[in-house]
């Protein structure tokens, strides 16, 4: 799954979910402007592609089946110091987010965004900027805010009814909605309407910014 370009920036993709994988790589090869030398699914492979050709740009998830991209991304700096990773997770919690911008990334984006906006983020990330998807730029304003704000009162939390924090804990578990619905014994347009109130009072647009906010935000634990 390689494509090349003359004059294109270098794109190699390590994802471990074949079809986000592919769905990723796709993207890439759309812009006629960037050229995919690799789609990988492990950390190993990934140092390898690495070290097999020069890497403008490195689009890595962290939950790797080896290890944590985060490794690979440190690895991208010793190899190819000019190669610059962008962060495509699922992962919103604050040790992923931390982790991934000390290792060096310089963007991160939740996996709801669409192909348009992975190749805009690419296109971002040449030209010196840094794309974040939206929840994580807010978390990263709250985090280092000076002086560090005080963690939220309960009075000032979202206020969410006990159905709908029952469905985000389910949505922060992985359950889609249908399997929401069949544990709950509601419909799947039940479940869908209050998904959309939660995204209203939480002000996220998708899935992921969702689990993102409840976990930040400590409506909802994960362990």
Sequence with gaps: MVSTGAGAHSVLVVEDDP???RYIAD?????????????????????????????????VDLGLPDGNGAE?????????????????????????VVGAIQAGARGYLLK??????IVEAIRQLLAGGSPLSPAIARYLLRRFAEPEPPAPAAAALPKLSERETEILHFVV????????????????????????????KLEVRSRSEAVFEAVSLGIVRTD
Excluded: C, M, W
């Design 173 to 200: 578990k992985g359950f889609t909605f249908p399997e929401i619905a069949n544990l709950l014994d509601i419909s799947t347009h039940t479940v869908t309407t209050h998904a959309r109130r939660i995204y209203r």
């Design 19 to 21: 079809e986000t994988r």
């Design 112 to 117: 709801d965004d669409r192909a348009a906006d």
């Design 27 to 59: 993207a890439v090869q759309s812009d006629p402007g960037l050229t995919l030398v690799g789609a990988v699914g492990t950390v190993r492979d990934g140092a390898a592609a690495l070290t097999a050709s020069v890497t403008d740009v490195l689009l």
């Design 72 to 96: 690979l991304i440190r690895f991208a700096r010793k190899v190819g110091a000019d190669t610059l990773s962008l962060v495509i997770t699922v992962f919103g919690d604050e040790p992923s």
